[in-house]
């Protein structure tokens, strides 16, 4: 059936055949790289690159690097490493930071008894990146491993050893606003306290200080109250990532504060370090620069139903630098979600929760947004160059048959 606005949307699935399909979905989503084998690769050419942004430092790296060089594990494992730093780490970090922290990530995965439960590409992606976000750097794995050695006896899997950790964690931090730029785990244990990004960071480092492979999760915005939220994943023994709140324990996994709220998240994005070899549909974004390598994953199917959109801009086709961008409403104004390049072709697509939201794009056309309805297991299509312009009032609803 076609919708207004010449938005059409396709009715896919019989409800049997949705519910397999959502939950392969969203088995998908979790643990993107859980099936590739190795440490990602990386060319000689982005290490040259890495090893130019370093100025100064380059020696630094180039030892790290010699040192790394006589076993095929540390070499890729180094190489990697290297080559997804950020730029303000190229720069400054020491030989010895790096192969500390090699050497501790491989110890962990050694010594505790899961340590080798997942693959190398997830071990490399959750384990070994020497930082988080943006906190400053340290030498948080030299210290979460000494206070959480004696803690983790008798756990037996990620799930316990995660869990346990936790609850450590939830003992030393607690919530409350700091400053905008993100503290590092040691800091936020001298104060006790950190935002929600800071319990994520220091609940991250110590897990994969053990050998437990974690990653930062949050929602930009959300779409029934004002304010965002970020949280870790942690990878278990059956393949698939697991929530929980940053220093927040629950006895159990995939349990947390906001379970209403993330059911009624308009997007969900996991963050890795480094570039994947493979790459599917929940690769929402990836930099590739050298001094900025990450990879922004799209999880909202592991947390919601979700919906497909397709975005067609035919005058954006042949444009290097066109996006479509996704907005809901919060704090009083439109907010950014996601913002997708389009494609040669002008087009893009993402999958979203559930509900109306405010599209735009910044290519040539003269009617820049409008406001499309997401439905669980539809794609719903947008054809720019036939859009009306968007009414002065809307209201957007969560879910889209809210009265």
Known sequence: MVHKYNRAVRRLLTPTLLCCCLLAAAILAIPAMASAAGIPAVSDADIEQALALSGSNRAQLEDALAQSDGDMLRRNAMRFTVASLPTCDLGSISSAELTGNLDMALAARNDFAWGDDCDLATWAHFVLPPRV????????????????????????????????????????????????????????????????????????????????????????????????????????????????????????????????????????????????????????????????RYTRFNSTAFYRDTGLLTVEVPTAA???????????????????????????????????????FVVSTDAAVDNRQTMVEIRPGEITELYWDSLPQLDEEILLQFPPDAA
Request: proline share 4%.
């Open 133 to 292: 976000s943006q906190e400053p750097l340290s030498d948080w794995r030299r210290f979460f491993l000494a206070e959480l050695g004696n803690e983790l006896d008798g756990a037996t899997t990620l799930e316990e050893a995660a869990v346990l950790v936790n609850k450590w964690c939830g003992q030393r931090v607690g919530f409350r606003q700091t400053q905008r730029r993100d503290q590092g785990p040691l800091a936020t244990l001298a104060s006790g306290y950190g935002r929600c990004e800071e319990m994520v960071i220091f609940y991250v480092d110590a897990c994969r200080a053990v050998g437990i492979p974690a990653r930062m999760a949050y929602c930009p915005y959300w779409a029934v109250s004002d304010n965002n939220h970020a949280w870790v994943e942690v990878f278990g023994s059956d393949g698939l990532w697991h929530y929980t709140g940053g220093c927040e324990p629950q006895d159990q996994l995939d349990d947390a504060w906001f379970n209403g709220a993330v059911k009624n998240a308009p997007l969900v994005c996991s963050m890795a370090f480094g570039i994947p070899d493979t790459r599917d549909e929940t690769v929402l974004e990836v930099e590739e620069t050298v001094g900025a």
């Open 318 to 356: 042949g444009s290097e630098e066109a996006h479509v961008t996704v907005h809901v409403f919060n704090f009083g104004a439109l907010r950014q979600i996601a913002r997708v390049k389009l494609d040669s072709q002008g087009k893009a697509r993402i999958t979203l929760g559930l509900g109306t």
